[in-house]
């Protein structure tokens, strides 16, 4: 879990986001080789230090304009209902779990109900033997209330502890997808989005991901220690049309078509398209807009801009 930025810088961050969303900031980012740009606007600060150490984040298809967010270990467990400009709705806390580190979060559909997964998958330490995802039914009125999980996965890694801070759902194939963070190139697991069971799962591992940039020379001379860390995927989020898998690393973001035979496995060992992500401090959280056009993409501390990005 990183330190919290100063008071004095937060003041600054404060300053000029504000200024920024007033005028009303668009821009483009960066491509990376020949991959497209893609229109990244500011949609919404988050100002809220109840929000402070956002890391997961889901659109909802039940309320328009609605984003489910979650905050890092060391918070309650609790679930965010916020706006798209950034503005705290409602708060839900989830009661019978024990949250020590909620990483990703998706929402999807599944036997014609509306469901939103909590991961918590984070291990920093690689010391966790057991790791757990719950299910709880997406609210459908946005007041402060009490949820309880659906169902819930404890699992394990196959051959060993690893963090993992990118969770995505295709409701449609019943699989969870899970892609380690700090391995090199990162591993593809699959998990069943509903075992028949209780019994603990082994995670199974399909693949892994192609197309990570690697730092250039000049980053790696200048500072090493950042240079390693852009390429660590921190999310990750499937279409509404199960065409395309984003993932997000510290600074970039990549998109992994999916042909119409193709499983996921094969998807993401394609090379993907690749852009830059626009200036976020510490990127953690993304997640498909419920039309599946865009993007919502924020990070960690308070303030925080909430963009909205158009591949």
């Keep these: 879990m990183p330190l919290n930025p100063p008071p004095i810088l937060r003041s600054l961050l404060l300053i000029g986001l504000i200024a920024s969303l007033a005028l009303g900031c668009t821009g483009r980012t960066d491509a990376v080789g020949d991959a497209d740009t893609p229109e990244a606007r500011l949609s919404g600060v988050l100002l809220d230090m109840q929000m402070d150490e956002i890391s997961g984040l889901a659109a909802s298809h039940i309320h328009p304009d609605v984003l489910w967010m979650h905050d890092d270990g060391g918070n ?17 806390g989830i009661e019978d779990v024990v949250k020590t580190d909620w990483e990703d979060m998706d929402a999807f559909e599944f036997n014609g109900k509306r469901y939103l997964l909590i991961a918590d998958t984070g291990d920093n330490g690689g ?5 757990q995802l719950h299910v709880v039914e997406e609210p459908t009125t946005l007041t402060n209330a009490r949820l309880k999980p659906a169902w819930s996965i404890a699992f394990r890694w196959p051959d060993g502890a690893r963090d993992c801070e990118a969770v995505a759902v ?3 194939r019943g699989e969870i997808l899970l892609i380690s963070k700090k391995r090199e190139p990162p591993e593809l697991f699959v998990l ?7 019994e603990l799962l082994t995670a199974t591992r399909v693949g892994h991901l192609a197309g990570i940039p690697e730092p250039d020379p000049e980053t790696l001379r200048r500072n090493p220690k950042r240079a390693r ?4 995927v921190t999310a990750a ?9 984003a993932v997000m690393t510290y600074r970039y ?3 992994y078509p999916r042909g119409a035979q193709q499983d996921w496995a094969d998807a993401v060992a394609a090379t993907p398209r690749a852009s830059v992500l626009p200036w976020l401090p510490q990127a953690e959280a993304l ?3 419920a039309d599946g056009k865009s993007l919502y993409a924020t990070g960690e501390f308070i303030p925080a801009p909430l963009y909205r990005i158009t591949p």
């Design 229 to 232: 860390l852009d390429g660590q």
């Design 287 to 289: 997640g498909w807009s």
């Design 127 to 131: 010391l966790r033997r057991t790791l």
């Design 192 to 198: 069943p989005l509903q075992p028949p069971d209780r």
């Design 253 to 255: 973001l990549l998109l």
């Design 76 to 92: 309650p467990a609790r679930l965010f209902a916020v706006s798209s400009s950034g503005r705290r709705l409602a708060t839900f």
């Design 170 to 172: 295709d409701a449609e």
């Design 237 to 245: 989020s499937v279409s509404p049309d199960r065409r395309t898998l």
